[in-house]
T-cell receptor, first 114, second 117 residues
Framework: AQKVTQAQTEISVVEKEDVTLDCVYE???????LFWYKQPPSGELVFLIR??????QNEISGRYSWNFQKSTSSFNFTITASQVVDSAVYFC???????????FGGGTRLMVKP | DADVTQTPRNRITKTGKRIMLECSQT?????MYWYRQDPGLGLRLIYY???????NKGEISDGYSVSRQAQAKFSLSLESAIPNQTALYFC????????????????FGPGTRLTVL
């Protein structure tokens, strides 16, 4: 069975600081997919990124970047120059090739203070 | 208009009542899911459906049932609600695509906040 651990339950930073959200996963599959979702205070879940286990290239999208390291089973998420609008709960999830179900981590609540 | 809608958005009910939560999507996706979110536990899968004739139990299906009335509609029922079913419920959809890809990106509705007294 797969498992996702987000050890940081809550992080508080001051605006413009960089912040990294950690995600560690466990899986027996050789092919799997990793996801990050954002849940702002309004409550909806917003898809951020999907990464295939065969693609270990880091990805950057504006102020967001993701570091996938298969050797350590980690898929960390960095926000550069954080803004108040980044305040949200962020979820990491894994989907295995055996089915289309996602297993979510417990989430990290990020608070960005002005 | 939102691609995935859930009704109601908020519901307060009493122990023992039957409750139905509804989900509709206009994304044309074939796969639909129901999750519940509890503080600190992330989202846990209740049921999922890969097409109209396919219904599967998820991690925490006890106390719940579902109905896939059409490709675009997937309802979740609590036959006899109990207080520990108080949670935020999410519907999600995904598209298997012509390649039959697994672990496709799931897109979520806005959530239904259910309180059972």
């Amino acid at each position: 069975a797969q498992k996702v651990t987000q050890a940081q339950t809550e992080i508080s930073v001051v605006e413009k600081e960089d912040v990294t959200l950690d995600c560690v996963y466990e899986t027996r599959d050789t092919t799997y997919y990793l996801f990050w979702y954002k849940q702002p205070p309004s409550g909806e879940l917003v898809f951020l990124i999907r990464r295939n286990s065969f693609d270990e290239q880091n990805e950057i999208s504006g102020r967001y970047s993701w570091n996938f390291q298969k050797s350590t089973s980690s898929f960390n998420f960095t926000i550069t120059a954080s803004q108040v609008v980044d305040s949200a709960v962020y979820f990491c999830a894994i989907g295995e090739n055996a089915g289309n179900m996602l297993t979510f981590g417990g989430g990290t609540r990020l608070m960005v203070k002005p | 208009d939102a691609d995935v809608t859930q009704t109601p958005r908020n519901r307060i009910t009493k122990t023992g009542k039957r409750i139905m939560l509804e989900c509709s999507q206009t994304k044309g996706h074939d796969r639909m899911y129901w999750y519940r979110q509890d503080p600190g536990l992330g989202l846990r899968l209740i049921y999922y459906s890969f097409d109209v004739k396919d219904i599967n139990k998820g991690e925490i299906s006890d106390g719940y049932s579902v109905s896939r009335q059409a490709q675009a509609k997937f309802s979740l029922s609590l036959e006899s609600a109990i207080p520990n079913q108080t949670a935020l419920y999410f519907c999600a959809t995904s598209d298997s695509g012509t390649s039959g890809r697994r672990a496709d990106t799931q897109y979520f509705g806005p959530g239904t906040r259910l309180t059972v007294l």
